[in-house]
């Protein structure tokens, strides 16, 4: 039962609130972590360096990020501007730096738009990460009072259970979906999804892919194939390619995402069962050795839990501020 004030239901949960609150749910985050390696220092010394270096890496910062936070702290808190305790500088030079590295990425800016639809959102990643319940939230969100059309392309023909689970969410969120039988090509239910579109006129198109290895050429082959296909169905397609990663997977997230930026084109990252894990520095890693935007968040199961990634809510929620 919903509860009630005086004036009516509580507003919903801001972005930021629901990224604390998935986050904080594991209990110890990196920010707890962090907080605990620097409390009570009183100068920047090697044994603080040392604790926040493990931290991080821990946390699934990776070497290179790693590194070049600890570089900024060692460069920066001297600094007049920061003539605070040594507790409160560092943590507010690695907050602006973690902000830092996820903006210049461009994590937390709005999908491409296009001059006549559909824009084409193609959704790739390896099995089990949550690409159709994805596509499902995502389908949501983009029509959710917007007036706005989605269609569902069901190219994920391989797995069984696939086109099934991608129709459970078209229902769930008002789609249709263009499919085809089981072991069909991929490329000609896509080719069948995009004509249908543009004589619909519909806004956009999300396509699903079938779960695939980073490392299996192949199957990286044939996504190459899809996305030859949009582009002669409609100029500049695909335009966003979102791969799908899980949260909980650490470093090799990272390897994940920079093998299917090479292979797929990648144009940003949707970030699963943020929930689930207590690090959340893959995050940063992907956005600083990949330049690559973190788009949005998993948070749950249900069909509102994806939302837009706000670096400064995400860094502000690891700190629990």
């Not at 940063?284 to 935007?293: G, K, Q, T």
Request: aromatic share 4%.
């Amino acid at each position: 039962m919903a509860i009630q004030t005086l004036f009516g239901p509580p507003p919903p949960p801001s972005v930021f609130e629901r990224f604390k609150k998935a986050i904080a749910s594991k209990g110890e985050t990196l920010g707890a972590k962090l907080e605990e390696a620097i409390r009570g220092r009183k100068e920047v010394d090697q044994t603080l360096l040392d604790h926040l270096e493990a931290t991080l890496l821990a946390g699934d910062l990776g070497v290179t990020t790693t590194q070049e936070l600890l570089k900024a702290v060692k460069e920066r808190a001297g600094k007049e501007e920061y003539k605070d305790d040594t507790a409160t500088a560092v943590r507010r030079i690695l907050k602006e730096e973690l902000i830092g590295i996820l903006t210049r990425a461009g994590s937390g800016r709005p999908l491409a738009t296009v001059e006549a639809p559909p824009l084409v959102i193609m959704i790739v990643g390896v099995n089990g990460v949550g690409k159709t319940t994805t596509i499902g939230k995502l389908a949501h969100q983009l029509k959710d009072g917007s007036g706005k059309e989605v269609l569902l392309c069901a190219a994920d023909t391989f797995r069984a259970a696939a086109n099934e689970q991608l129709e459970i969410w078209a229902a769930r969120s008002g789609t249709e979906m263009i499919r085809q039988k089981p072991g069909a090509d991929p490329s000609a239910v896509l080719f069948d999804a995009l004509t249908a579109a543009k004589s619909r006129n519909v806004d956009y198109v999300i396509v699903d892919t079938a779960g695939r290895l980073h490392n299996k050429s192949n199957l990286m082959a044939e996504l190459d194939k899809m996305r030859r296909t949009a582009t002669r169905l409609v100029p500049g397609a695909p335009h966003e390619v979102l791969l799908i990663l899980d949260a909980t997977t650490g470093q090799n997230g990272v390897l994940q995402a920079r093998e299917f930026l090479s292979a797929a084109g990648v144009t940003g990252i949707v970030l699963t069962k943020l929930d689930g894990t207590a690090k959340g520095g893959v995050a940063v890693a992907i956005a600083r050795e990949l330049n690559l935007p973190i788009r949005y968040a998993g948070i749950g199961e249900q069909k509102d839990d994806l939302i837009p990634f706000d670096p400064k809510h995400y860094v502000d929620s690891l700190f629990n501020e």
